[in-house]
């Protein structure tokens, strides 16, 4: 049984998001959609808009998980179609050529950690960097889309326009930024990489006992490798320690459920 301090929510705070980019989206382009937009379908019991730190401030103290999947696989080809996500439907040949696996490209991981109760609660916050090192911020308003072939165009268009916007409000939903990542988190935050190799132990004990004390409310940086062969979740220069969270290798959107499970029982999020 879960004490009432355990049980009491973190609600996300409420920041306004003056993001005043350009629209880039045009009739021949994909039309995407915010969480906001599918909320008018769906039945909501607690409505909380999740949104993304803004000031100094608020990266340094609002309470999240921060999330980086690391070497994701995404690359575009120019085809007699035009610019195309390379994907393993479409672009067999060169996917072998390339000697990488064809599961590699997959929507996942984004579609587990964003469907997340953590992120509906705004207390997560996603970055994407691929294999040729680009950066990408992901709103948590951001609604992945439910097919495989909407999710290429839509990766396409953030590679080539730099920026996915909702088609119904100003929001950005997913943006290239600068490298490296680290110049993103709150300062002297602990980054926890995951791997196979790395120390067996329970995950929702780990979180319990790295969070506890004043650590409890503060935001927290777990890496997670979006790929199927490899560990740069444990390569990657920046992390302060790596976890093994089973005996089995896991898929990388299995471990994202996991993380997210052991950060929702740990602020109460049902
Ligand atoms: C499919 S795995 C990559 C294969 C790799 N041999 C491995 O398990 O680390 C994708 C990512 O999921 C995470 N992962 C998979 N199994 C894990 C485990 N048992 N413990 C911790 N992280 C794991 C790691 O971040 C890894 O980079």
């Known amino acids: 049984m879960k004490s009432n301090k355990d049980k009491e929510v973190l609600k996300s705070q409420d920041l306004s998001d003056s993001d005043d980019d350009i629209n880039l989206n045009n009739q021949e382009e994909e039309e995407f959609v915010s969480s906001d937009d599918?909320?008018?379908?769906?039945?909501?019991?607690?409505?909380?808009?999740?949104?993304?730190?803004?000031?100094?401030h608020e990266k340094q103290n609002m309470p999240r998980l921060i999330l980086v999947l690391e070497q994701a696989n995404i690359e575009t080809t120019k085809t007699k179609r035009g610019i195309e996500l390379i994907n393993c439907d479409d672009h067999q040949k060169l996917i072998t050529k390339m000697k990488k696996s064809y599961e590699d490209y997959r929507p996942d991981c984004l579609l587990a950690l964003l469907d997340s109760p953590l992120n509906?609660?705004?207390?997560?916050?996603v970055?994407?960097?691929?294999?040729?090192?680009?950066?990408?911020?992901?709103?948590p308003q951001m609604r992945i889309p439910r097919?495989?072939?909407?999710?290429?165009?839509?990766?396409?268009?953030?590679?080539?326009?730099?920026?996915?916007?909702?088609?119904?409000?100003?929001?950005?939903?997913m943006k290239v930024i600068k490298n490296p990542v680290t110049e993103h988190f709150p300062l002297g935050v602990k980054k926890i990489g995951t791997s196979t190799k790395g120390k067996l132990l329970n995950v929702n004990d780990y979180v319990k006992q790295?969070?506890?004390?004043?650590?409890?409310?503060?935001?927290?940086?777990?890496?997670?490798?979006?790929?199927?062969?490899?560990?740069?979740?444990?390569?990657?220069?920046y992390i302060d320690e790596c976890i093994c969270m089973s005996k089995y290798s896991l898929s990388a959107a299995a471990c994202c459920?996991?993380?997210?499970?052991?950060?929702?029982?740990?602020w109460g999020i049902q």
């Open 147 to 173: 097919t495989y072939k909407r999710f290429l165009a839509m990766m396409a268009q953030l590679l080539t326009k730099m920026k996915i916007k909702s088609t119904s409000s100003s929001v950005t939903l």
């Open 38 to 56: 599918e909320q008018k379908e769906s039945y909501s019991l607690q409505r909380v808009e999740p949104k993304l730190p803004k000031t100094f």
């Open 127 to 139: 970055y994407l960097k691929t294999n040729l090192n680009v950066l990408v911020e992901v709103n």
């Open 210 to 237: 790295i969070m506890s004390g004043e650590q409890r409310k503060k935001p927290i940086v777990f890496v997670i490798g979006a790929v199927s062969v490899g560990n740069p979740a444990m390569e990657a220069d």
């Open 120 to 125: 509906k609660a705004g207390l997560l916050q």
């Open 257 to 266: 459920s996991m993380v997210c499970d052991a950060f929702e029982d740990l």
